[in-house]
């Protein structure tokens, strides 16, 4: 919690980045130097996403990037050890574990937060659970000091929204549009009067996602929102070049163009 605390704290002067990877795509080898890259850039948080075989919150682009990384036999347990050499080269970005609810109660709740906190993760976010039905997972977060993040969508009440603001722990993931992941040409019409309910119902930092893609979408959001989230649009990135040394090229440009836009 220390870290993702630090990483939202100058969200007044500037917004937060928080990039979207994949665990194992195009390779376990290059996530590492992928997180790498995206944090020298600028991304203040990394989302680590544990492969899943029915991602329903994911468009296309990322259910593509996880198809590829579970024929390579990418699980939860490889994804923590992905954090844990991530932490090995001396970066101290937090990283979040995004993953479905499925693979991780297979895992155990127990276990699965115990190891996270030991390999150096920063918390869940789990796209399927219900803030109402995360006494379990509460439980562990707080003993572990991890975080716990819930989400709010544009057709949330005012009394949910304010039960899931207050049962998230690290930041609020705001949903900019209805239906999956992937990169958009225009940010959702009445996106400004949602996020004001959603202001006014939260007290813990909110970061949006969903369609994020363009530095001029970020900049529509500064001084609206805690946070960005960019997933689709880096993964596109990545998956158009060749080699590595173009992917880590492509997520350094991105990145750097994002960030700009945050301050």
């Known amino acids: 919690m220390r870290r993702l605390e630090h ?3 100058d969200s007044q002067r500037e917004t937060a980045l928080v990039a979207y990877l994949t665990a194992g795509y195009p390779s376990l080898d290059e996530t590492v130097d992928l997180v790498d890259a995206a944090c020298a850039a600028g991304a203040d948080v990394i989302e680590l996403g544990a492969p899943f075989s029915d991602p329903l919150g994911d468009g296309p682009v990322i259910q593509a990037t996880t198809q590829q990384a579970l024929r390579a036999g990418v699980t939860v347990a490889t994804t923590l050890d992905l954090v844990a050499k991530v932490r090995a ?14 693979p991780f109660l297979r895992y155990g709740l127990p276990k699965l937060f115990a190891d996270a906190a030991s390999a ?20 562990e977060a707080e003993g572990h000091n991890l975080g716990q993040v819930f989400f709010a969508a544009p057709g949330s009440s005012p009394e949910r929204l304010r039960r899931t603001a207050r049962q998230s722990r690290g930041f609020l993931y705001c949903l900019a549009d209805n239906g999956v992941t ?4 225009r940010l959702a019409d ?30 529509a959001l500064r001084g ?11 993964l596109k990135r990545i ?18 163009e994002l960030k700009e836009a945050c301050r």
């Not at 992937?182 to 040409?185: E, I, L, M, P, W």
Request: aromatic letters at 6%; charged letters at 15%; hydrophobic letters at 45%.
């Open 120 to 139: 150096g993760a920063d918390g869940f976010i789990v796209p399927d659970l219900p803030a109402t039905e995360s006494t379990d997972w509460l439980v």
């Open 182 to 185: 992937g990169v958009r040409d």
């Open 7 to 9: 990483a939202f704290a």
């Open 190 to 219: 009445g996106l400004d009067a949602y996020l004001a309910r959603v202001r006014a119902a939260a007290t813990t930092p909110v970061a949006v996602g969903f369609g994020i893609s363009r530095p001029e979408h970020v900049a």
């Open 239 to 256: 998956g158009a070049a060749t080699t590595p040394q173009q992917r880590i090229a492509e997520t350094t440009t991105l990145i750097s």
């Open 224 to 234: 609206k929102v805690d946070g960005v989230i960019v997933g689709s649009a880096l």
């Open 89 to 102: 080269t001396g970066n101290d970005v937090p990283i979040m574990l995004m993953g479905y609810c499925n």
